[in-house]
């Protein structure tokens, strides 16, 4: 599969830990972006990368953080879990940073107890 | 601040009607526009985009620039087209995507 791949699909943790959900783009693809799915707040943009380097932040908390490493793929490290945190994150990615089109990923479901 | 504003959560027709999902936005600047879709269990997927002006899988969508709309069309809607549907806004040369709420299109048969 040459999209956007995501993993885990799902994961299940309890409040105060940390996970960390991995993305690696399109082939080819310089520029990652990683989403957030909840019921309230709908999709809103976290952070986005180019070639390693953060481009873009959004409603980000500090909670959060990110990384693209040198093959390209990111990760997304969520630490000391609320309950709120419970949503489906999504990565995406396009060719390069003025690149219109966005591919996703399938998205991984987080669910804190 | 740049929103986009789907007012529908839901949208339920038949088969063969006319389909309208609604997006407004706002932003002062020169937005792109994008209709993305997600079938069920699939990922979120590009439908259009206002500047290459097509259609696809019969959709068409305008930009109203007086209106600050930019609403999702289609003629004779399908089952098929039954999935969620959102409206994005992307600042010029900017790269992250501002979403609505999303419209759950259901067309009943």
């Known amino acids: 599969d040459s999209g956007v791949t995501q993993t885990p699909k799902h994961l299940i943790t309890a409040t105060g830990q940390r996970v960390t959900l991995r993305c690696s783009p399109r082939?080819?693809?310089?520029?990652v972006y990683w989403y957030q799915q909840s019921l309230d707040q709908g999709l809103q943009f976290l952070i986005q990368?180019?070639?390693?380097?953060?481009?873009a932040k959004g409603n980000i908390l500090e909670r959060f953080s990110a990384q693209q490493f040198p093959d390209l793929h990111s990760e997304l490290n969520l630490s000391s879990l609320e309950l709120g945190d419970s949503a489906l994150y999504f990565c995406?990615?396009?060719?390069?940073?003025?690149?219109?089109?966005?591919?996703f990923g399938p998205g991984t479901r987080l669910t804190v107890l | 601040a740049q929103r986009v504003t789907q007012p529908e959560k839901l949208l339920s027709v038949f088969k063969g009607a006319p389909v309208e999902l609604k997006c407004n936005y706002s932003?002062?600047?020169?937005?792109?526009l994008f209709w993305y879709v997600q079938y069920s269990r699939q990922r979120l997927q590009l439908l259009l985009r206002?500047?290459s002006r097509e259609s696809i899988k019969g959709f068409t969508a305008d930009l109203n620039k007086g209106e600050t709309s930019f609403h999702l069309k289609k003629p004779f809607a399908q089952e098929e087209d039954s999935a969620m549907y959102y409206c994005?806004?992307?600042?010029?040369?900017?790269?992250?995507?501002?979403f609505g709420q999303g419209t759950e299109l259901s067309v009943k048969p």
């Open positions: 995406a990615s396009s060719a390069r940073v003025w690149e219109a089109e966005q591919f």
């Open positions: 990368y180019y070639n390693g380097e953060e481009r």
């Open positions: 994005a806004l992307r600042r010029n040369q900017g790269g992250k995507l501002i």
């Open positions: 206002h500047i």
């Open positions: 082939s080819g693809d310089l520029s």
């Open positions: 932003y002062s600047g020169s937005p792109e």
